[in-house]
């Protein structure tokens, strides 16, 4: 016979897997000290690859002005607003990098919570059938 509670909850725990589950279950498998250290790595790399290509388009986009004016300008200054720059953006998108991966972590943290709390609910229903039916649990044959 059909168990209505049963079905539904393995229907809700079959979305889960498929759903968000996925990225729930591929977060969890990192410590959050390791999962947001290794965001903030990326964050570096793709922060620096991007700030360079911002530089290298601003440089071609006033390259004649540039070339024009090279021996006027005040280039350890212009080094250091670069470098500045840089830093401050780099800074900027750690602590984005990082409020956004906790809040992630927290979150699949939850969820991942909330699914092994049903899976437990599942094997109490199995249990319960088994007994039920007399069959022995734990017992391997």
């Known amino acids: 016979m059909l168990d209505v509670q049963k079905i539904k909850k393995m229907h809700k725990l079959a979305v ?12 969890s498998n990192y410590y ?3 999962y947001i250290g290794l965001a903030l790595i990326k964050n570096f790399f793709l922060t620096t690859i991007g700030y360079a290509l911002l530089l290298m388009g601003w ?7 540039l070339m024009n004016n ?18 401050i953006l780099l800074v900027v998108y750690s602590v984005l990098t990082y409020i956004y991966c906790t809040v992630k972590y927290a979150k699949a943290h939850k ?6 709390k049903g899976l437990g609910q599942m094997k109490k229903i199995y249990d319960r059938e ?3 039916n007399g069959r022995i649990t734990g017992r391997r044959n």
Do not use: C, F, T
């Not at 889960?16 to 977060?27: F, N, P």
């Not at 440089?59 to 002005?65: E, H, L, M, P, V």
């Not at 300008?73 to 500045?84: E, Q, R, S, T, Y």
């Not at 969820?111 to 092994?116: D, H, K, R």
């Open 59 to 65: 440089a071609g986009y006033k390259s004649d002005y």
């Open 32 to 34: 959050r000290s390791d």
């Open 111 to 116: 969820g991942i919570q909330e699914y092994y």
């Open 70 to 87: 090279l021996h006027r300008m005040n280039l350890p200054l212009l080094v250091v607003a670069v470098l500045g720059g840089y830093i």
């Open 16 to 27: 889960y897997e498929s759903g968000e589950g996925k990225q729930h279950l591929a977060i």
């Open 130 to 132: 088994d007994r039920r």
